[in-house]
């Protein structure tokens, strides 16, 4: 056994010692604690640096700790464990040194500690996860360590309501997991991850396996608050920010990572990628829609996270595994980011902000802005060479260009300054080539860990068809925005959107009113 594979074990159980010395009730709790977590944090981040210096030097493998035949704990060091173990060490060291002086004074300020370092550590346990058992247990511990951060405050009726709302879904979702599993493993004979993804490159679609993919999809669709369980991630904003930061930025992700975990088992059912891609992709115009209604700067971060994971939901249905995996880590480093910086974000806007003439597009500097993003893009992108790229990874840069060709609207309004028109113009190029480096950054790291995205069939084509006009019929809306934003039907869609098109009250009444029956007894209980 090569212990450097262990590197993963070995910095989840320093968090979970940290997690133990902080749970223990103990008053006279030092400074000296929290400087140790800090430190704690710090040695996970570098020993996942140390796991991925494993995978360049000896290349991707998978080590037993302890355990009993395929049943156990293992460590699995590829690119895809890589990747997560550096990202979310990363960020939880940081959320841990924010988390410091954040409740700083706070009576339970130890305890929170140790829960975050708890939860940390049974993420960097699933993201290397070597065997099903292994994923399925600390799949489950995650969410129940979560649970005990978004009640961090039992006194804000709405933290509780978010929280047991996000009880019901997990637990739906935990039990998906677990039967998706036992599909794996039934249809495989062996719980070792490894080895299911090697025979699926070759494997049939049985019924078993179809059934292990519908479970993984639907696992994944409730673990990244897909549309129309998306309601409870809106709605725990009464946590503290720190949760904040790593629920949107690292918890959140774990949908995406299973599907690529899976990728080559996803493969073999078309179907439900394509179910995933519609999901997906309408939480993704679903979200986007409503978060630009939203006044409170973290409320809008939630509903963006939305709208994000749905993208990267739609991603993985279009079997674009390499760039799903490129969108959680720049999503979750500008998320944990933003929420943590969402304190002083409105003074520094204020402060800049400079009153003067808008531009406003007219609808021709609108059409022209779509017509000159999409040959930025498509100049790009023969100068990078089309040649081996999938239709689904160019139609994914057609939609983000499709962003871009806001801002160069702005640049091409009648009253928009020179300086304005050159400097949209600069970054609609830099996004393009952005985009194009990056597919080749990734498809180059991912190598053999990941499938190659195959050749689209009918169905495919559609979703792509179908992608490309909804994403680009939703950027010439907001495009043309000014030019109908006083139409009196907006003022009302405007209501209707900021209450996310009621479908969170409608979710709340399928459940029975049970969240907020029992919030209530619980307000009333607590009541002296």
Same mark, same amino acid.
């Given at each position: 056994?090569?212990?450097?594979?262990?590197?993963?074990?070995?910095?989840?159980?320093?968090?979970?010692?940290?997690?133990?010395?902080?749970?223990?009730?103990?008053?006279?709790?030092?400074?000296?604690?929290?400087?140790?977590?800090?430190?704690?944090?710090?040695?996970?981040?570098?020993?996942?640096?140390?796991?991925?210096?494993?995978? +360049?030097?000896?290349?991707?493998? /998978?080590?037993?700790?302890?355990? +009993?035949?395929?049943?156990?704990?293992?460590?699995?060091?590829?690119?895809?464990?890589?990747?997560?173990?550096?990202?979310?060490?990363?960020?939880?060291?940081?959320?841990?040194?924010?988390?410091?002086?954040?409740?700083?004074?706070?009576?339970?300020?130890?305890?929170?500690?140790?829960?975050?370092?708890?939860?940390?550590?049974?993420?960097?346990?699933?993201?290397?996860?070597?065997?099903?058992?292994?994923?399925?247990?600390?799949?489950?511990?995650?969410?129940?360590?979560?649970?005990?951060?978004?009640?961090?405050?039992?006194?804000?009726?709405?933290?509780?309501?978010?929280?047991?709302?996000?009880?019901?879904?997990?637990?739906?979702?935990?039990?998906?997991?677990?039967?998706?599993?036992?599909?794996?493993?039934?249809?495989?004979?062996?719980?070792?991850?490894?080895?299911?993804?090697?025979?699926?490159?070759?494997?049939?679609?049985?019924?078993?396996?179809?059934?292990?993919?519908?479970?993984?999809?639907?696992?994944?669709?409730?673990?990244?608050?897909?549309?129309?369980?998306?309601?409870?991630?809106?709605?725990?904003?009464?946590?503290?920010?720190?949760?904040?930061?790593?629920?949107?930025?690292?918890?959140?992700?774990?949908?995406?990572?299973?599907?690529?975990?899976?990728?080559?088992?996803?493969?073999?059912?078309?179907?439900?990628?394509?179910?995933?891609?519609?999901?997906?992709?309408?939480?993704?115009?679903?979200?986007?829609?409503?978060?630009?209604?939203?006044?409170?700067?973290?409320?809008?971060?939630?509903?963006?996270?939305?709208?994000?994971?749905?993208?990267?939901?739609?991603?993985?249905?279009?079997?674009?595994?390499?760039?799903?995996?490129?969108?959680?880590?720049?999503?979750?480093?500008?998320?944990?980011?933003?929420?943590?910086?969402?304190?002083?974000?409105?003074?520094?806007?204020?402060?800049?902000?400079?009153?003067?003439?808008?531009?406003?597009?007219?609808?021709?500097?609108?059409?022209?802005?779509?017509?000159?993003?999409?040959? =930025?893009?498509?100049?790009?992108?023969?100068?990078?060479?089309?040649?081996?790229?999938?239709?689904?990874?160019?139609?994914?840069?057609?939609?983000?260009?499709?962003?871009?060709?806001?801002?160069?609207?702005?640049?091409?309004?009648?009253?928009?300054?020179?300086?304005? /028109? =050159?400097?949209?113009?600069?970054?609609?190029?830099?996004?393009?080539?952005?985009?194009? /480096?990056?597919?080749?950054?990734?498809?180059?790291?991912?190598?053999?860990?990941?499938?190659? /995205?195959?050749?689209?069939?009918?169905?495919?084509?559609?979703?792509?068809?179908?992608?490309?006009?909804?994403?680009?019929?939703?950027?010439?809306?907001?495009?043309?925005?000014?030019?109908?934003?006083?139409?009196?039907?907006?003022?009302?869609?405007?209501?209707?959107?900021?209450?996310?098109?009621?479908?969170?009250?409608?979710?709340?009444?399928?459940?029975?009113?049970?969240?907020?029956?029992?919030?209530?007894?619980?307000?009333?209980?607590?009541?002296?």
């Amino acid at each position: 056994m090569n212990f450097l594979y262990l590197l993963p074990v070995l910095a989840s159980a320093l968090l979970f010692v940290v997690a133990a010395l902080a749970i223990v009730p103990d008053t006279k709790r030092s400074d000296l604690f929290f400087k140790g977590a800090e430190g704690a944090g710090l040695i996970t981040f570098l020993l996942a640096i140390g796991a991925t210096a494993t995978l +360049l030097s000896h290349g991707a493998g /998978t080590s037993m700790l302890l355990g +009993l035949g395929d049943f156990g704990l293992s460590a699995r060091i590829d690119v895809i464990s890589a990747t997560m173990l550096c990202l979310v060490s990363f960020i939880g060291w940081i959320v841990l040194r924010y988390s410091r002086s954040y409740l700083q004074g706070d009576a339970n300020q130890t305890v929170f500690i140790g829960w975050m370092a708890a939860t940390l550590a049974s993420v960097l346990m699933v993201v290397s996860s070597g065997n099903l058992f292994q994923l399925a247990a600390f799949w489950i511990l995650t969410s129940l360590f979560l649970h005990k951060l978004l009640l961090f405050y039992p006194d804000r009726q709405a933290a509780v309501r978010a929280a047991r709302k996000k009880f019901v879904i997990a637990r739906v979702g935990d039990a998906t997991m677990v039967g998706a599993c036992m599909a794996l493993y039934l249809s495989f004979s062996t719980t070792d991850i490894a080895t299911i993804q090697t025979v699926a490159k070759t494997g049939d679609a049985t019924l078993l396996v179809i059934l292990a993919t519908v479970l993984v999809a639907v696992s994944a669709i409730l673990k990244s608050a897909q549309f129309p369980t998306h309601g409870w991630l809106t709605e725990v904003m009464e946590a503290p920010t720190p949760v904040s930061a790593l629920l949107h930025a690292g918890v959140i992700n774990a949908g995406g990572f299973l599907l690529i975990r899976f990728a080559d088992v996803m493969l073999l059912a078309p179907g439900v990628l394509a179910t995933l891609a519609m999901i997906g992709g309408f939480t993704a115009l679903f979200g986007g829609a409503v978060m630009l209604t939203q006044s409170a700067v973290k409320t809008s971060l939630a509903w963006s996270t939305v709208s994000q994971m749905g993208f990267m939901i739609m991603q993985c249905g279009l079997a674009l595994f390499p760039l799903a995996l490129l969108h959680i880590v720049a999503h979750s480093l500008y998320k944990a980011h933003a929420f943590l910086g969402s304190g002083t974000a409105v003074d520094l806007v204020s402060k800049n902000r400079r009153p003067g003439p808008i531009a406003i597009p007219n609808g021709k500097a609108v059409l022209r802005a779509f017509v000159a993003a999409l040959v =930025i893009y498509g100049c790009v992108g023969l100068a990078f060479g089309f040649d081996g790229k999938s239709p689904q990874a160019i139609a994914l840069g057609a939609i983000l260009i499709f962003g871009v060709a806001y801002l160069i609207a702005q640049g091409l309004a009648d009253d928009a300054p020179r300086a304005l /028109t =050159i400097r949209t113009s600069i970054y609609a190029l830099a996004a393009s080539i952005s985009y194009f /480096t990056l597919q080749v950054g990734i498809d180059y790291l991912s190598g053999a860990a990941l499938p190659k /995205t195959p050749a689209p069939g009918p169905l495919e084509w559609a979703l792509i068809v179908l992608a490309l006009l909804s994403f680009g019929l939703v950027a010439l809306a907001q495009s043309t925005f000014p030019l109908w934003a006083h139409h009196p039907a907006t003022a009302g869609l405007r209501v209707h959107l900021a209450n996310g098109l009621y479908f969170n009250a409608m979710f709340d009444r399928l459940i029975g009113g049970w969240a907020t029956i029992k919030t209530h007894k619980t307000s009333e209980e607590t009541t002296p």
